[in-house]
DNA sequence: TTTTGTATTGTTAACGGTAACATTACCACA
DNA sequence: TGTGGTAATGTTACCGTTAACAATACAAAA
């Protein structure tokens, strides 16, 4: 019962030539005679060919995919990333190959292990810090490697992000340029990136005499923790007149959670969030944000590994993208 | 300078043995001698063999991937689905091969075509409409395949899904039984699943004798699009007193847009929307929604492979899960 | 010592395309 | 009639791993 997909021996066979012939029908017809080619074409249709593209990943390890290692595939930030990265590879005719390592470095040793053995022909990181054994394998491989999201980054490959920890500080100093003072730090996950937006906070506020408090998770973050710590801030320092979100997740839930205890937003508590989701820029009060370029950041990307494939080395770069600081309405106005 | 990454034969050299020795150790140490087990270790790690999956593919058809084709990957609707599906099959050792195409017929034959052209071991689809040709490479290809989204599909698939006609008929209903009146129903990218809410909201107007008003597009939802369909709405249908929303986030932009306009929500104007996103369930008001179990569904679509690729054939079968009607804040209280 | 068994390693072939080279057929032209 | 050229098709080998089978070595049993 179990018949199996269609070779093109078979479609050979059906036609009564070599599956040369038939092979060259198929990326030349021209190459073929006029008499043949209905008749293959027939028998492509007939047996409902298939093309297999692994004989070919086999034996040219080339196999046209190229492999995005995220820490998360439902968070919003990344899937700007991947539409960026989709919107160059598509059409040059790449298959992008996701994965995701939950944050975690052994993951992501697995994750590179698994993505390689498929033969992808390159790979875009998400992360400085790897295992030595993932190392190895990255530079084994043979394939360009490029690493997105921090600018900052010690990586020795070609890097397209931000400095989430200039970004971090310059909200913060926005909030405090516009009166708030007891500003609250939510941050969760805890990876690389939020411990930069962390430190840029800090280093805004202690510039200005300020005292920091950092709320933090290794969860991730979601609406429902912002409402959370919101509570906890509340109780443990009733004076906070001042929240920065590590996200807008943790933001718009915690601007929900001030609306619902009748707290006013900015005139009581301003709110800030970091990367500016479609959301942040429509909703009521409009929400202050670090506007970051997730699209185009992977799109960079993707063409900076375009020109990898096509023989130009990738020589060690480092590609800072600029952010953008959007005051809305949920901190005071100036 | 490129390198070609190490194969089994250049280990084996290293070791002095031949490749199947060492291809023995990597699948069971065991079957090696003491004295090899730490020289092959330690060429393996020296050489940074990296295992490569296409021999296997090639010779076995089985990749040991499974490919998943929707219509977006930035929607939050199928980001939920994808975490179902990957919560069962990455514990077996299958990786995920994630595609989508745009909504377009002729897109996902294509997709279809490269998936089997990787050679995924199942298939897992969320349209019933296909191309007669990618019909046939369905058949062809001879791996399980498997339907989500809707469960009144006429695909003749194993289907898994929710019957969306009858939840918009009886959130519809719903909205009807709080007292409004003149619902507005904004739909958007008119696919199948759309068509089928639209219906439902139909029914229950006819059925209550209220005239039904529907605004569509064909371009994708956003906070955004919500916000426009309510300001056009409320110029063309002054008397509008509820918006049935295709999904949360166009609910979400018409709420924000009522919030801007001052128009008293759920007063004035009753909001409902589908899905139940994370959002909907948080914010204030609460947003009247329909709770879809998108993750759970992924999970039934990857357990149902699971068992079709552990020889079980998988029997047309139509598995209907139940939605839940979330009445929020955003409708008038009863 | 010879036989038998077992543990370990080696050899061969196969998977399905395609590059590279070989062959065939047919026509034009000398 | 034979020669050369070209268009069309055929043949062979290879990519890296592993299943299946073969061979070897060495120890225990006869």
């Given at each position: 019962m179990k018949k199996k997909r269609p070779t093109l021996q078979d479609v050979a066979d059906l036609v009564g030539v070599t599956k040369m012939t038939v092979s060259r029908f198929i990326r030349?017809?021209?190459?073929?005679?006029d008499a043949l080619r209905d008749k293959i074409q027939t028998a492509l249709d007939e047996l409902g060919y298939i093309p297999n593209r692994a004989p070919d990943i086999l034996s040219?390890?080339?196999?046209?995919a190229i492999g995005v290692l995220l820490?998360?595939?439902?968070n919003q930030v990344f899937a700007e990333v991947i539409r960026g990265i989709e919107a160059v590879l598509e059409p040059e005719g790449y298959q992008t190959m996701l994965a995701h390592f939950g944050y975690s470095q052994e993951l992501e040793e697995q994750r590179i292990a698994t993505l390689l053995s498929y033969n992808v022909d390159a790979l875009i990181l998400s992360e400085s810090q790897h295992t030595p054994k993932a190392q190895k394998m990255l530079e084994n491989a043979g394939v360009p490697v490029i690493e997105i999201?921090?600018?900052?980054?010690?990586?020795p490959l070609h890097v397209i992000g931000i400095d989430n920890c200039s970004a971090a500080r310059e909200m913060t100093q926005t909030m405090i340029d516009h009166g708030h003072r007891n500003i609250v730090y939510f941050a969760a996950r805890m990876d690389e990136r939020t411990l930069q937006k962390v430190e840029g906070y800090k280093q805004a506020m202690a510039a200005n005499g300020l005292t920091s408090v950092v709320k933090e998770t290794h969860s991730a973050s979601s609406f429902t923790l912002g409402a959370k710590f919101l509570e906890e801030v509340l109780s443990?320092?009733?004076?906070?007149?001042g929240i920065f979100c590590t996200n807008d997740d943790l933001a718009i839930g915690a601007l929900y959670a001030c609306q619902k205890k009748g707290?006013?937003?900015?005139?009581?508590i301003g709110i800030a969030g970091f990367h500016g989701h479609d959301i942040a820029r429509a909703m009521v009060p409009l929400l202050a944000t670090v506007v970051t370029p997730r699209e185009e950041m992977g799109r960079l990307a993707a063409k900076a590994l375009l020109k990898g494939l096509q023989g130009e080395s990738i020589k060690k770069q480092v590609i800072e993208l600029p952010y953008q600081i959007e005051c809305g309405e949920s901190i005071k106005a100036l």
């Open positions: 030349n017809p021209e190459q073929v005679s040219k390890s080339k196999s046209h820490p998360s595939l439902t999201m921090d600018s900052t980054s010690k990586s443990e320092h009733p004076d906070t007149d707290l006013q937003v900015p005139e009581q």
